[in-house]
Structures are given as C-alpha cells and as structure tokens.
C-alpha cells in the first residue's frame, strides 16, 4: 500500500468521456488499497478560452482578476472527475487551492507555492477518501486567488506530493514515458526505464517538452519520485505494478536501480535559439561586460557564448544564443547600446540548432565530448559553438542537420534499441 | 451622492463587447460619485453548459460537487468585468463569495443565504473601490462553495445590498420595467413607476417573470428598495438620476409617493397551471383532506380550490389547479388513492389559465372583484374557480380566452396608456 499523487493534463481531461477514463485509471489505484490525491488541469483549450476572454476584456489586464478567472478552468474540471470517480462507487471530494489551502507569493499569473496546509487533506486521504486537487493555483497572504503559470500543474503535483509524503508522484500525458531521443526523428528511440533529476531537468530545458522545468527542480528539492506516464494506453488502464512509464529518481536511488546503465541516457535538440554575432568588438577589459549587461537588464537569457580572436589586433568578434522569440528585442537592445559597446557590425542568425548529449555517467568518463565532436565531423556537421556542464554536452549546428546529427549520435553511444534495428 | 448595489443578468453579461457595455454603465455610476457593488450572473448559456458537464459526468451528481462546477461561471466574469473596468480608469476588484464570505446553509445547489459580513467590502466600497461579486453562490459552515440555485443572483443581490445598507439595488435584466400586464398581449400596458413588495410578489408569483419570487420576499424583509431597468437602451446607458426603470418598495414609501395611486396596480396570467376535478366525492368529514394529504406528501403545490355540491345527496365534487408540470405525478398520486378518496371519476384539463388583478389599493375599496366578474361575464369568458387574497383576485378561465380577459379588464381597472389609446 502506498500514497500516490496522480495528475492528469489538459488533453486526459478534455470532456467527460476522457474525464469518465481517469476516473477508472484513478479508482484502480484506490481499489489496491493505495491512498490517492489526483490533481487535474483545465481541459484541452478551456484556458486558451478564458486567457483570450481577459485579453479581449483589456491588453493591460490586471494580473489579479486574470487569475480569478483562469483559475475557474481546474475549478470545473476537478469537480466533474469528483462527480465522476462517485458514479463509480468511489468515495472522491474536490479540495480548492484556497480550501487546503495551498499558499503562495502574490506573484499573480506566476505565483510559487510558499506552503501548503496538508493536514485536512492527509486526514481526508487516510479515510479512503480520494482528493481531487486543481492543478495550476494557490491563495495569496491576503486571501486572493494567484495561480502558477502556464504548465503549473506539474509543480502543483509535484507540490502535493511533497506535502502529503508521497511515496510517488505519477504525471500522466500524452506521451508514455521519456525516450533517449524525439522517437519521431529516430526510429531507434528507446523509453527510459529511469532518469535522474539532473537528467531531466537538462533534457527538459533543451527542449525534451514532457514534464515542466520547475516541477523536476522542485521534485529535485523535495526529493518526491516522478513517473510520467500515458493515460491512453490501448490495453486498458496501466496499473500500479506494471510501472510501464519512466521513473524520475534520485541519483543515489538511480544507482541502486540500474547498475547497467548506459554513459549517455538521452540526446536532446532545440531549434528555438537564434545565434547573434558581434564584429570588431575592442579586445580591453569591461568589452564584454557592455555587451551582456545591458541584455540582463532586459532580462534577455542569453546561452552559449565565444569570443574569437578578432581578424585585427585589439579586435575580437563575440557570438551567444537567445531564444528566437527574445530575438527581436535582442536586436534592439545591441542597436541601441552600438556605441558603448564600439561593434562593427551586428549579425543574427535563426537556422541554428542546439543538440545536447545528457548523462549523469559522463561524470566519471572521459571521451563523451570527443565522440560527440568525431561522430559529428565524419557526418560533415560543422560545430558553430560548444557548451558543457557536469552531466551535459551541447553544440550549436545548422538547422538542417538535426536530425541526421540526431541519428548519428544515438548510434554512437550505443543508445539504439535492439528491437528496432 | 448614494450606496447602489447593481445587478446584471446574463444576458447582459453575454460576451466580452457586453461586460465592457455593463462596464460603462457601472462606472456611469462610479463617476457621479456613488459607491458601487456589482453582483453579476455567468454569461447567458455558460451555467446551462456547467451543468450539463455535471449531468453527463453522472446523473446523480453529487450536489456539493455540482456547486464547485456551476458556481465558476460567475467568478469569470466577475474577473472580467472588473477587468472591463479597470481597462476605463476606474478602480474595480472582485470579491468572491467565499473572500467575503457570504455564508450561507449546506443545502447545496439550493442554498440559502445566512449571513454576509460586509466589512471589508463597505470599507473598500467607501474608498472608492467598485466591488465585483458573483451572483448565485456563498460559502457553507464547513468552507465549501455553495450555490443559492437557478436565478440566484437576484437573491444575491439583494442580500449584497441589506448587507452594505445600500439606498438602492438596480436589477440590470432585459425588460425595462415592471408594466401593468404583458405588454406583448396588452398594446396598452403601460410601465409602472412604483409597485410594492407585495403586488410584485403576487405579480411574480402569477407569471410575471421579471425577478426571482425570492429575491423580493427577501427584499421585502430588509427593506431594501428595488429598482428594476434595462442595460439595453438605445440612446446609451440610463443615469443614476433618470430612473428610468420601476421601483419596488414598501407600501408606506409608495403612499408617500404616489398619492394618484390606482385602484389596481397590475394584471398578471399564467398558463402553466391545470385543473383537476373529482366527482362524486362522499360529502362526509375527512373527504377532502383524504384528498390534499396524499397530494402534500408528494409536495404537489395546489393552488385552487373549488367544492361543488353534488348531484346526489351526500355526495360532492371537488375541483383543484396545480401546476402541468406536476399533472402527471398529481393523477398517479389520486389514482392510487382512489379507495380512501371514494370519488367516482377523475378529469384533468390544462386548457385553462389564471388571470390576477393586483393591487394594495383594494384593500380600502370595496367592488374590485366584481368589476371583474361583471366585465368578464360582458364578453361570455366563463369563471371555472375564484381565489382571493388581501391584494389579489384570481380567476380560471378557459385559456383561449386569456388574451381577451386581460384587455378586458386592464381596460376596465382604468389601466390603458393615454398615449396608445
């Protein structure tokens, strides 16, 4: 018998013949004698439907009354999976971010979770009862409704389960698990049976879009155990003890689980970062400095960054990576600081991609970086920049080779499936 | 300069270009230096979708569930409205109904309202703040949402504006006023400038559906004074001092200020009742509770009620109205009863109507319900059964008739306009 956190998003909650199903996955797990909290999105659409109703209402709408009426979407949705875990014979109760109740900063529309109040709810879960939470919102100190940001479902789980000490937390979406690469570009992709944390937080934030970043952080934290998971499985409802998704763990609980695992765990890609480039910067102390505070300032997350030796001396050009959609205000940004900074010219570039080779095992192997250059050279794939971390490397290419750089790397480190080949 | 609780239906609250129409009229308001409550319905067909999801989910949802589910459609677009506010310069806020809190009992879905604490709201409302509140809903003992039923928001109102002392509750709907009869069938109805309490709870009891039953009988309770006008004039929205709507108040502020009072105040029909006649009833003591006990016991409302003597001695016919929408459960309920009853044959006929008169003026005239009979009898329309209370005289007559009935007697109570003569 454990305590489970389930969570189900926008796509499993889109009307009440999808609502009727998580109610039968939900009741599985009550029915084996678990204690269950599930926590809901809004359905598919419905807070796409009420954020346009605020920005028809005013373009500069007041972030406190936005989230009374964004909120209502998981209000809706968890009493009808209330309504329908009952007609099951299930003993189910909705619980309100401001019932709980679940505490954040004022931050509306992008709120932390500050506390949550788990006692009424701990007791209400012991009793047999399943709680039905909406994902997404909290209360403020002065009792308003706050809500976290768009995918703030997964935190809000994630949350709940540290709260009530979980022994796991189990997101359902609509893909079954994490893979060792997109299985839409490799064929080859394997599902993970494990990954760490600090994996998945590198995996998610290049661009491997399964879980939110800061629900696997807060996870991390908390130490609460993920699984992702489908909830449209065709042979019926996965149960408890098939564990068919992937497990989010700790590093030392990775260890002790998977003795054989592989030096890489997964390769991601990102097409969404443009690569900006600076001619004839002066080569003197502070140089840089100009460049890059003025682009904080504007709160503009700048990423890779090299500094060439420049064509004349006392001269360097300067290339980094922002997100496309802050590229625009990238430009403006370096316009307006040309003097200070003293560039010839300013160049960007949107066809570019960032593939990244993630894996807590490099940690105590030499070579991944260099496997990763060679495999990359022999295919003619030139590297435009190169980053690393502890468990991470990533190189800039152009766009169109993404996907054989994808390929070509999930072969050279072995990922491949057999199955598949 | 006054203390105004506003309410708006949701037909006005139908979509983003009508919350900023409402937005205008409340701030209209605002700016002539009033302080101002809101209590706002869902947008027209949202609480219908609500609660259909609820249906669908199972039919025998879950009432506390039920009220998580419908009760969203307020708190939207209170958030929108007092965006829609904001959005033209005037301070706005939102107050939900469990933020105040409105309390009221656990009868979910057909709550009551016990108490409002309305000290942070006054306290807002004097600082210039406009006060947005969901119609429909309150909080019960144990800290859940509550709703007060279809057509709450009226009651809510009301409530909202005992509890702030306000001098004055505008229902926003989609008539303009309260007038003499239909005016639909009536050409000449004319729209009243003031009705008591009571006639407008006689009126709203006898089809003429412009306010909740409730909302006025709680009105009429705390005295608050009702004014009933349109958020849908053409030649923009109606100011505060125009008062262009119909006033609901007690009857000693009428006497004060309508002097030139009529005798009659207002005709009302209503088609929705049926006639139930049982021959030959033994003419003993018991016979005719052995009749209403069974029909009370299946909360069947009768209205009406005729006993004819017999054709043979010690025998009786009885004849009663309830509403057709209980005619089917009314004939199962005496059919079984037949034995105890003793009666011989049981009719049922929905080809009838009601026709009232109303008004307090009657209650120091004598010649009100024979006027009626008498300019009735003048054209053939056949009286099946007479009611009467303080202000009221009701008749049956055959529904065909009812058209005629109420030109007739608007006619002859002195009621036609002088301008569609």
Redesign the interface.
């Known amino acids: 018998m454990a305590r489970i956190v389930m969570k189900f998003g926008g796509t499993s909650m889109a009307g009440?013949e999808r609502?009727?199903r998580v109610a039968q996955i939900v009741k599985q797990q009550a029915d084996a004698g678990h204690e269950v909290a599930v926590v809901v999105s809004a359905m598919a659409g419905d807070t796409d439907r009420?954020v346009n109703?605020?920005r028809?209402?005013?373009s500069?709408?007041?972030a406190?009354?936005?989230?009374?009426?964004v909120?209502?979407?998981e209000?809706?949705t968890?009493?009808?999976l209330?309504?329908?875990l009952?007609?099951l014979g299930a003993k189910a109760?909705?619980w309100?971010g401001?019932?709980m109740p679940i505490r954040t900063i004022e931050a509306h529309s992008k709120a932390r979770i500050e506390a949550i109040d788990a006692d009424a709810l701990t007791a209400s879960m012991k009793s047999g009862e399943i709680a039905i939470i909406p994902g997404f919102q909290g209360i403020s100190q002065d009792?308003?409704?706050t809500t976290l940001g768009r995918g703030g479902s997964d935190t809000s789980a994630v949350a709940i389960a540290a709260a009530v000490k979980a022994d796991r937390c189990d997101i359902y979406t609509d893909v079954d698990g994490v893979y060792t690469t997109d299985p839409r570009i490799v064929t080859k992709a394997r599902k993970l049976k494990t990954v760490t944390f600090e994996e998945m937080l590198e995996l998610a934030s290049v661009g491997a879009k399964v879980l939110q970043t800061r629900s696997v952080g807060l996870a991390m934290k908390e130490n609460v155990r993920i699984q992702v998971l489908s909830s449209f499985t065709e042979d019926g409802a996965p149960s408890a003890d098939d564990l068919p998704g992937t497990m989010i763990v700790s590093e030392s609980e990775m260890e002790k689980e998977d003795m054989e695992r592989q030096l890489i765990t997964g390769i991601a890609h990102d097409k969404n970062e443009s690569k900006i480039t600076l001619t004839r910067v002066p080569d003197k102390p502070g140089a840089v400095a100009n460049i890059f505070e003025p682009l904080a300032k504007a709160a503009i997350n700048v990423d890779m960054i090299i500094q060439n030796v420049g064509r004349e001396k006392g001269e360097t050009d300067v290339t980094f990576t922002a997100p496309t959609s802050d590229l625009d205000r990238t430009m403006q940004v370096l316009e307006k600081a040309q003097e200070s900074i003293g560039y010839n010219r300013l160049i960007s570039d949107t066809n570019v991609a960032k593939i990244s080779v993630v894996g807590v095992g490099m940690k105590s192997h030499a070579g991944v970086a260099s496997t990763m250059f060679k495999s990359l050279a022999d295919r003619g794939v030139n590297i435009q920049a190169i980053t690393t971390s502890e468990i991470k490397v990533s190189v800039l290419i152009e766009e169109d080779y993404t996907e054989l750089a994808l390929r070509v790397l999930h072969t050279a480190y072995g990922l491949d499936a057999e199955d598949a080949a």
């Open positions: 009440i609502i009727r009420l109703f605020c028809e209402a005013s500069l709408y007041d406190a009354e936005y989230d009374v009426v909120a209502s979407g209000q809706v968890s009493g009808l209330a309504i329908a009952q007609s109760r909705s309100l401001w019932q009792g308003r409704i």
